[in-house]
RNA sequence: GCCCAUGUAGCUCAGUCGGUAGAGCACUUCCUUGGUAAGGAAGUGGUCGCCGGUUCGACUCCGGCCGUGGGCUCCA
C-alpha cells in the first residue's frame, strides 16, 4: 500500500496505481506531483503529494491547449501526409501549429482539419508518453520526414528525449499532456496565417494555424462571443462609422486625418491633458519638424535609427524628418546655463513625429508613420531624481484614472547584471536610478513585475500598462533614464558648489501616441465616450415638423452653455431619429414633441439607457452640464 | 520587408463560362407629421484600387505596383 496526499488529504492506494487512479472526473487533466507538473499516466510513488490540474487555471489551460495543438497536427498529418510539422505550442488565447506544406492551408483546409480532429476527439485516442534515447528518437524522426524535429533534438541537450504518441501521430514534446484526445472537446480554427521558423525571415515561411479549445461547447461560445465584441469595438470600423478618421491611399499607408469629430477628442484630451500638466510644473514648447542632419548624428540617432527616418535634400544637404523630439528639446535646454535652483526643468511638446515602420507592421491608429507624442523631458539633480519619477508615475496613472482605466499592469525594467557592458552609462547610475524606480513603485503599493535585461541601452524605465473593458493590456505611459543623450548634448548645470555637473535626464509619455490613444479609448468605450470627451454630447429632436421652432430655441440654449450639440429637425419618424442617435451613440438625446413644446421641457434619453422622461430644459442642461467637466 | 488573404457606389456586400455592373443602407426630391432603435415612392451615384499584357472583347485571365487585413520564436 502506498500512502498518498490528495488535495491535502491522506489516503492509501494499492502499490502500481498511477495518479489517473486517483480521479474519476474526467475534468482533471493532469497533476502536479510534488510539487511537479506530470501526465495522468505518472506512476505513485510513497509519500506523494498530489494536486489535480483542471482547466481552470492558466497551466491547466496551458496544457489542454498544447494538447489541442497537438490534436490538431495529427488530423492535418491524416488529411496532409506531406506536410512537415515543426512547432505548436499554447498561446495566451489558445494554440498554434506550424507545418511546412507545399501550398499553405486555406479557410477551406480549416473546416476539413477541425471536422477530423473532432473525429478523433469522439474516438478518444490514448496520449501516451515515452522516453527514447537520443539516437533512437534522431532516427524515429528522421525516418518519418520531420526534419524540423530532428534539427530541434540536435539542439538539445539532453540524453533522453521525450516523445508523446496518439495512434499514428509521434511529436517530440516535453509534455504534460491529457490522457487522450476525448479531454478536447469544443474545437475552432481560427486564421491561418505565414510564420518564418524561428521567427526569422531568413528562414522558409511555415503555414501556421490558429484554434482555440475548451472542454464544453458553452465555454467556447462565450470566447467566440469574446471575439465578436471585440470585433464590435474594433476601432478602425468605430472610426468610419463615428466619422472619426480616416486614411488614403492617395496620401500613403499609415498616415492620419482627423475629422471634425476625431478632432473634438484630440482637442479634449489634449485640453484635459495640458491642464494636469501645467498643475504638475511642466513648461509647453514647440519644436521644428526637420532639422540638419547634424542634429542627428549629435543624437546619436543616424547611427542607429537611420533605417525608420525620413530625410529630404535641402540645398545639397540632408535633413532630417523628425522621429523623435529629444533633439530638439536637448537645444532648448542648452540655450542657457541652469543652475540646481531651475531644476527639475519639465519641458514638455505635444511633438508630431515620423517614422517609416515596415509596412506589415502598420495597423489601423494603433500602429502608423506619422503620429503626435505627448512628450517630455525632465532635467533634474541627483537628488531630485527620486521626486521626479515619482510625480511622473503619479502623474501618469491620475491621467489615465480620469480617462476611466482603473486596473494596471507595471513592468519595470532594469539592465542584465550579467552583461553591464551592453549599456551606457556608469554602474553608479544605473544602480541609483533602478533603486529609485525600485522604490517609487513600492512606495506607490501597486504590483509590479522587476523585468531583469529588459531595459534599453541607455537608462532602466517603468512603463505601465492599462486593462481596458475587454481586459486587454495596452502599453501607454513609459518613464524611462537617459544617460546616453545627456552626455551626447553634454547637458550641466551649476550646482550649489559653483561646479558643473551633469544632469540626469528622464524621458517620458502618458498617452504615448495620440492617435493609438484615441484608438484604445475608442474600443474601451466602445465609442460611446463619456460626455466629455464625446464628439456629440447632446442631439435635440423634434417629434415632427410642427416643434421644429421650439428644437431650434433648446439648441440655442444648450450650444450657449458650450456644449457640443446637434439638432435633427428632418421629416423622419421619431423613431428613425433614435435609432441615428443611437448609433451614433450621442450620450444625451433630447426629444421635443408637442406635449414638451407646450410645456418647455424635453424628453430625456441617454444611450444606451433608453427614455427618462420629461423634464424641464433648464434641469435637463444642469444634468449634462455636470458631466461635461474634464475630470 | 516576407507569406497568405483581400480591394466592385459614401458604407456593407452580390456579380455564373471573358460579352463594359447589381442589392440594402446612406444621399437628393416628393408623399407622409409620427411619441422613444429604421414609414412609402422615385432619383442621383461606378475609369470594378492603379499600370501594363493576352484577347475581336477583360470587373472576370496573366504580370507588376499601391492599399487593407491576418500573421512572422511568449521555448519541442
Known amino acids: 500500500m502506498l500512502r498518498v496526499t490528495v488535495e491535502g488529504k491522506e489516503r492509501s492506494v494499492e502499490d502500481g496505481k498511477l495518479i489517473a487512479d486517483l480521479f474519476e472526473d474526467r475534468s482533471v487533466l493532469a497533476a502536479r506531483l510534488n510539487g511537479r507538473l506530470v501526465d495522468l499516466s505518472a506512476p505513485l510513488e510513497d509519500g506523494a503529494e498530489v494536486e489535480p490540474v483542471r482547466f481552470d487555471t492558466e497551466e491547466g489551460r496551458d496544457l489542454y491547449w498544447h494538447s489541442a495543438s497537438h490534436l490538431m497536427a495529427q488530423a492535418v498529418k491524416q488529411l496532409f501526409p506531406e506536410a512537415r510539422v515543426a512547432i505548436g505550442p499554447a498561446v495566451p488565447e489558445g494554440f498554434y501549429y506550424d507545418f511546412e506544406v507545399p501550398k499553405p492551408f486555406t479557410e477551406q483546409d480549416l473546416a476539413r482539419i477541425e471536422k477530423r480532429m473532432k473525429k478523433l476527439s469522439q474516438q478518444r485516442v490514448r496520449v501516451e508518453h515515452r522516453w527514447l534515447g537520443r539516437e533512437e528518437a534522431l532516427e524515429l524522426f528522421r525516418s518519418r520526414g520531420e526534419n524540423y524535429k530532428v534539427e530541434l533534438i540536435e539542439n538539445l541537450p539532453d540524453e533522453r528525449i521525450s516523445v508523446y504518441q496518439q495512434g499514428d501521430f509521434v511529436d517530440l514534446c516535453r509534455g504534460p499532456h ?29 503555414s501556421r494555424i490558429y484554434g482555440v479549445a475548451f472542454p464544453s461547447q458553452e465555454q467556447l461560445d462565450e470566447h467566440l462571443a469574446r471575439l465578436e465584441e471585440a470585433k464590435r469595438r474594433d476601432h478602425r470600423k468605430l472610426g468610419v462609422a463615428l466619422d472619426l478618421f480616416s486614411f488614403h491611399e492617395e496620401a500613403g499607408a499609415g498616415l ?20 494636469e500638466h501645467l498643475a504638475a510644473g511642466y513648461q509647453l514648447i514647440r519644436t521644428p519638424q526637420i532639422a540638419r542632419g547634424h542634429l542627428w548624428e549629435t543624437s546619436g540617432h543616424y547611427a542607429h535609427y537611420r533605417e525608420n527616418m525620413y530625410t529630404l535634400m535641402v540645398d545639397e544637404e540632408e535633413y532630417v524628418l523628425k522621429p523623435m523630439n529629444c533633439p530638439g528639446h536637448m537645444l532648448i535646454y542648452k540655450t542657457r546655463v541652469h543652475s540646481y535652483r531651475d531644476l527639475p526643468l519639465r519641458l514638455t511638446e505635444w511633438g508630431t513625429v515620423h517614422r517609416y515602420e515596415r509596412s506589415g507592421t502598420l495597423h489601423g491608429a494603433m500602429r502608423v508613420r506619422g503620429f503626435t507624442q505627448d512628450d517630455a523631458h525632465i532635467f533634474c539633480t541627483a537628488e531630485q531624481v527620486e521626486s521626479v519619477v515619482r510625480e511622473v508615475v503619479e502623474l501618469s496613472l491620475k491621467i489615465l484614472r480620469g480617462f476611466g482605466f482603473e486596473e494596471f499592469r507595471i513592468d519595470l525594467s532594469v ?14 547610475q544605473w544602480q541609483m536610478a533602478e533603486g529609485v524606480l525600485h522604490k517609487v513603485l513600492q512606495d506607490i503599493g501597486l504590483p509590479f513585475h522587476r523585468a531583469e535585461g529588459e531595459a534599453v541601452f541607455y537608462g532602466p524605465k517603468i512603463d505601465i500598462k492599462l486593462v481596458d473593458a475587454l481586459g486587454r493590456e495596452w502599453q501607454c505611459p513609459t518613464c524611462q533614464f537617459d544617460f546616453n543623450l545627456g552626455e551626447r548634448f553634454n547637458l550641466r548645470y551649476t550646482g550649489e558648489d559653483g561646479q558643473h555637473h551633469g544632469v540626469f535626464l528622464v524621458h517620458r509619455t502618458v498617452l504615448g501616441a495620440i492617435e493609438r490613444f484615441v484608438g484604445i479609448l475608442t474600443e474601451h468605450y466602445g465609442g460611446a465616450f463619456p460626455t466629455w470627451l464625446a464628439p456629440v454630447q447632446a442631439r435635440v429632436m423634434a417629434v415632427t415638423d410642427a416643434q421644429n421652432d421650439y428644437a431650434r430655441q433648446v439648441y440655442d440654449r444648450l450650444q450657449q452653455r458650450n456644449l457640443r ?39 430625456v434619453r441617454r444611450h444606451g439607457r433608453g427614455d427618462l422622461g420629461p423634464q424641464p430644459v433648464e434641469r435637463a442642461m444642469e444634468s449634462i452640464l455636470e458631466e461635461v467637466a474634464v475630470p
Open 565 to 603: 450639440v446637434e439638432i435633427d429637425a428632418r421629416s423622419d419618424k421619431i423613431g428613425y431619429k433614435i435609432a441615428e442617435a443611437e448609433r451614433m451613440k450621442v450620450p444625451w438625446m433630447l426629444i421635443v414633441g408637442a406635449r414638451e413644446a407646450e410645456a418647455g421641457t424635453v424628453s
Open 415 to 428: 539592465r542584465d547584471p550579467n552583461h553591464a557592458e551592453k549599456y551606457f552609462g556608469t554602474d553608479e
Open 256 to 275: 492620419m486625418f482627423w475629422h471634425p469629430k476625431g478632432a473634438v477628442l484630440w482637442r479634449m484630451i489634449e485640453q484635459y491633458w495640458v491642464k
Open 178 to 206: 491529457v490522457a487522450d484526445t476525448g479531454r478536447i472537446k469544443a474545437i475552432k480554427l481560427l486564421s491561418v496565417a505565414g510564420a518564418y521558423w524561428h521567427g526569422d525571415e531568413k528562414n522558409p515561411m511555415l
